[in-house]
Each structure stands twice: as C-alpha cells, then as structure tokens.
C-alpha cells in the first residue's frame, strides 16, 4: 500500500485506482514496481550520478528548431545549384547521420539522378585528440564516382584534415567531376589546412561539441541539439576538459 500510494502521488492517481479497482493488490504492487522505478537507460560512466545525457550538458549551442530551420536553407540552396547535375550525395561516416538523413530530405526540388552513398573516415581514437592520420573505408567503386558531381556531407570541418583527404580521394582516385562540401559546423579557427566548405550551418566556436551525430567517445551521437559537455565528463578517460584556446586536434569519425 505503501508503493502504491507513493506511486500515486508521483505519478498517475487515476490510473492507480483504475489498476486497484480492477485487479488484486498484489498484481498492481509489482506493476508499479516496474513502472514507477525503470532501470536507470545507461549507467553513464563518464558523469557518474547523471541519469541521461542531457545531464551531461554545460550548455547548448544550436538548438533542434535551429537546426532543423539551417538544414531548410541548405537543402533549398543545393536543390537549386545541383538541377541537371545528376549529383552524388556522399555522406561522411559516422558523424554526419543525423545531418545527412535531414539535409537530403531537405534537397527539394530533388535533382533528377541525384544518388546517395556513404564513406567511412576516421581519424581519431577515444577523446578529443587526433591521431593526425586519416584512415577512409569504402566499397565506392571508381564508377559510381566518375564524371558525377559529388557533394560531401560531413557534421564539422575542424582541422580539415579529413575532409581533404576524402576531396583528394574523389578527385584523384575515382575521377569525380567535382566535389563540394556540406558541412553542418565549421570550426575553422582550428584549421590545419585551407579549406572552404561551400554549404557550411553554423559557424561553430573553438569548443568541443556533441549531439546531432557527434560524439565524444561515441556517446552523445543522438542528442537532438548540439552542445558542450560539463568538465566532468572528460574525466574517466583521464582526459582534461578540451580547453577552447588549445592548438590540438579534436575529433572522431
Ligand atoms: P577534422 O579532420 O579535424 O576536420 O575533423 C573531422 C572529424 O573530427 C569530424 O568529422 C568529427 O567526426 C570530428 N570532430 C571534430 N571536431 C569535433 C567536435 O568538436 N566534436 C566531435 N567530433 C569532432
């Protein structure tokens, strides 16, 4: 009795004295062990006492309606830029799932023979620092790629070394006709190399981000927004917050 009171409060009193008029006490005890106390979803190692990801947020910086509104905009430019241009849509594994599932949806109207495929990079290992080497996995055969104007779709050009990499993969290896860049953030304080993507969201600020597909240590990839983490996330790793004026590299795939 107890329980259910408790639940009652907490929770939903008529459907308690729906379940206590209907079935044995006994049967509405367990039932509300089970729904008032779930299993906590993830035990979240890297911010132990948090309870979900959001949690784990020091702030947000671009919110789902902002980002869902920018998406609307690139979409619209690049349906008017590709008409007649047959163009491959590429996206850049794994980040850029989230931004590439809304962005080709936003595509309208669709360019006749505009086809989508996947690449896979990474340059990174756990954490915020990169390894500086960028490693590309594909099943692209050369001719799906020759002749076509590719559009990238990446989630951010940080250094943009991956970016480049990819670029000079297309043109060089596969013959691509072109390659531009859709990136969802450019974070192009921190460049290594030039590089101007041609659709860019959001200027993005010298903060390690997450959400809308981008991860820290693979998690956080399906937060709806994106935002920076609280220093005590980084701690398990025995990583240190990423400090916004370091010259290091940052990143995953
Ligand atoms: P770049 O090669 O340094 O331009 O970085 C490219 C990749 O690093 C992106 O596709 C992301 O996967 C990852 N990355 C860079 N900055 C961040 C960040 O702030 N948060 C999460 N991932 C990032």
Request: charged share 25%; with cysteine; proline share 4%.
């Amino acid at each position: 009795m107890a329980q259910l009171s408790t639940f009652a409060r907490k929770t939903n009193t008529k459907l308690v004295n729906c379940l206590s008029r209907r079935c044995k006490m006994v049967s509405v005890a367990v039932t509300v062990q089970q729904v008032a106390r779930p299993a906590p979803a993830k035990e979240i190692a890297s911010c132990s006492g948090r309870q979900t990801y959001h949690d784990d947020m020091a702030k947000i910086l671009y919110t789902e309606a902002a980002i869902s509104q920018r998406v609307a905009e690139l979409g619209r430019q690049i349906a008017q830029d590709y008409q007649g241009k047959a163009p491959l849509v590429l996206g850049v594994l794994k980040g850029s799932f989230m931004f590439f599932g809304d962005l080709v949806r936003a595509i309208e109207p669709c360019p006749r023979g505009l086809t989508l495929d996947f690449i896979r990079a990474s340059s990174y290992g756990s954490g915020t620092e990169s390894t500086g080497e960028v490693k590309l996995k594909t099943d692209l055969k050369r001719e799906k790629v020759e002749g076509r104007h590719v559009l990238l779709v990446e989630d951010i050009v940080d250094t943009a070394l991956t970016i480049t990499t990819v670029n000079r993969y297309l043109l060089e290896e596969c013959g691509a006709a072109s390659v531009a860049t859709a990136t969802l953030l450019d974070k192009h304080e921190r460049r290594k190399l030039a590089y101007r993507p041609e659709y860019v969201g959001f200027v993005c600020p010298n903060e390690f981000v997450v959400g809308y597909g981008l991860d820290f240590d693979e998690e956080y990839r399906t937060i709806p927004y994106i935002g920076v983490l609280k220093p005590e996330c980084y701690s398990h790793l025995g990583i240190k917050a990423p400090e916004p004026d370091c010259s290091g590299e940052s990143g995953g795939e």
